[in-house]
């Protein structure tokens, strides 16, 4: 096997682990609004997943882990993709902001960065801003 289909396979396999959290903020609430499958979709095509694999990931227990990018700005994106998921509905609930914090510390922040971070991004998000603005702001 080509050293290129295993980086295939790897980045494939952490863009659906990323897909499945987005679908978890998504519906930790019960069912998934108009708002959130419009967001769930255009992450679906972004990682390239399946409608096969959405499907099993909207049925099933999120069975996949959280996988931790290597650099800080990956990190950092993956905690705005979070973030934009939430802030669909306009409606944040308390339950995906504790869904949050954990996301952030299995992304491999600690606890107190985590909650900063997440504290940063909240007032931040209340306005429309695209991730440049965001990753200046948050490293401010």
Same mark, same amino acid.
């Given at each position: ?42 992450? %679906?095509?972004? =990682?390239?997943? &399946?409608?096969?694999?959405? +499907?099993?990931?909207? *049925? $099933? ?42 996301? %952030?510390?299995? =992304?491999?922040? &600690?606890?107190?960065?985590? +909650?900063?971070?997440? *504290? $940063? ?20």
């Amino acid at each position: 096997m080509p050293i290129l289909d295993l980086y295939e396979h790897g980045e494939k396999r952490k863009n659906l682990a990323h897909f499945a959290t987005l679908a978890t903020l998504a519906t930790i609430d019960g069912e998934v609004n108009e708002k959130e499958k419009a967001i769930l979709d255009k992450f %679906a095509f972004r =990682l390239n997943i &399946s409608e096969a694999e959405y +499907k099993e990931v909207m *049925k $099933k227990e999120n069975k996949y882990p959280i996988e931790t990018p290597h650099t800080s700005e990956k990190r950092l994106m993956r905690l705005f993709d979070f973030f934009k998921m939430v802030f669909a509905d306009q409606i944040i609930e308390d339950e995906q902001m504790n869904l949050i914090e954990r996301y %952030a510390i299995g =992304l491999g922040y &600690s606890q107190e960065d985590a +909650k900063a971070l997440i *504290k $940063k991004s909240y007032d931040i998000f209340h306005g429309r801003i695209d991730f440049e603005a965001f990753q200046y702001l948050l490293n401010r």
